[in-house]
């Protein structure tokens, strides 16, 4: 620890001496000395959590600002409208307002209905599931695919060979 303090001492004598190349030198030797600095685990932790808070408030501002301007957009664009039309306004805001609130309700009834089915369709995929994976129904599949299986083979051997009529006669039922 006390070698840079030498070596600066060395170092500023050459500077004030006017010995260029020496001083070059000697700075160097002061860098070398240095003890290298590295951060504590604590101080990375509690600056790494001071600016993930400051990200997320800045974040919090920047939707804060982003609503405060949309409702300032909608209260001036309501008053000019309303320096506009006048009293023809309140007849345009109400119906405004009566067409949202009751497209609102609709479509909060239309995802209300689409939750419901798709709960209903969720429950009989478990059931289905349920009843598949059951020991019984897996062996009971076993042998329906046997049975499809030998019908396959038979129906291979059945168009493999040379059918014959004895007798091309008319059928009578």
Not at 151 to 164: K, Y
């Amino acid at each position: 620890m006390g070698r840079w303090r030498t070596h600066t001492e060395g170092w500023l004598a050459a500077e004030h001496r006017g010995e260029d190349e020496a001083a070059d030198a000697a700075f160097g030797r002061v860098f070398q000395a240095l003890p290298a600095v590295e951060p504590s685990p604590a101080f990375v932790s509690r600056t790494a959590e001071a600016a993930w808070a400051v990200r997320g408030r800045r974040r919090w501002l920047a939707g804060a600002a982003a609503a405060a301007a949309a409702v300032l957009v909608v209260a001036t664009a309501a008053i000019v409208l309303y320096a506009a039309f006048g009293g023809r306004l309140a007849w345009l805001l109400t119906t405004t307002v009566t067409l949202a609130s009751t497209a609102g309700v609709s479509l909060i009834g239309a995802g209300v209905a689409a939750a419901g089915w798709w709960s209903a369709a969720a429950a009989a995929g478990r059931a289905v599931a349920t009843a598949v994976a059951s020991p019984y129904s897996v062996a009971a599949l076993m042998a329906i695919e046997l049975v499809a299986v030998a019908a396959l083979v038979l129906l291979h051997r059945l168009l493999r060979s040379e059918v014959e009529f004895r007798s091309p006669q008319a059928f009578c039922f």
